[in-house]
């Protein structure tokens, strides 16, 4: 794939990082100080601008991204560049941060998909704090990651366990419109699901060949 990151900040940075062994990845940022963030060993692009400016967008090959991340810290900001290349450049995916959990349906509303660290990180907290015996591998080894897969009715009268991998992937949620499940074994998908699992990274491309997400 070819992916633009916006956003050369601690997330950016890191995301960049773990894509381009496996995809083409271009870097936006205005400040040039920012991209020393990607290390010596980014084998990737980068370009120095305001991602908000098409002719950036341009630069970096908006007009042949098959993905585009917004990662800044500003929510406003986030939503234009965002909005630029879904209905301008009519980029098929684009992702947004959002640290404002309120604007999360705005997001969904305009076609984007939001990332809230927020409620993600302090969600893991909770239970961390709460938890005896909670212990969150997902940020602290870095050997798991949450693997988000939406339903468009391949997986529907499916159940949970049919998508179950054990040992390498495990269904931990289902979004159905705005609603969070819980599910067991025996909940059965339906369309449009979001389907949350938590899977190896060593194993997560094979994971997502059998998933047929690539």
Known sequence: MYIIIVGCGKIGSYLANI???????V????????????GDSFNGLYVSGDGLDPDILKEAG?????????????????IVVAQIAKKIFNVQ???ARVSDVGKSEIYRN????PVNSTAIFSSFLREKILGKNFTSYLFESEKLNILEVKNTGRYTGKLVDD?????????IAIIRG????????????EDDDFILGVVRLTVLRRIRRTLKLQ
């Not at 936006?28 to 020393?36: G, H, L, M």
């Not at 998508?163 to 269904?171: E, M, Q, W, Y």
């Open 178 to 189: 705005e609603e969070p499940i819980i599910p067991d074994e025996k909940t059965v998908i």
């Open 27 to 38: 870097v936006i940022d205005r400040e040039d100080k920012a991209f020393s963030k990607l």
């Open 93 to 95: 995916k684009v992702v």
């Open 62 to 78: 908006i007009e042949k991204a098959d993905a585009l991340v917004v990662t800044t810290s500003n929510d406003n900001t986030n």
């Open 19 to 25: 894509l381009q062994d496996e995809h083409n990845v």
């Open 163 to 171: 998508l179950n991998i054990p040992g390498d992937f495990k269904v």
């Open 110 to 113: 305009l076609g984007v998909d």
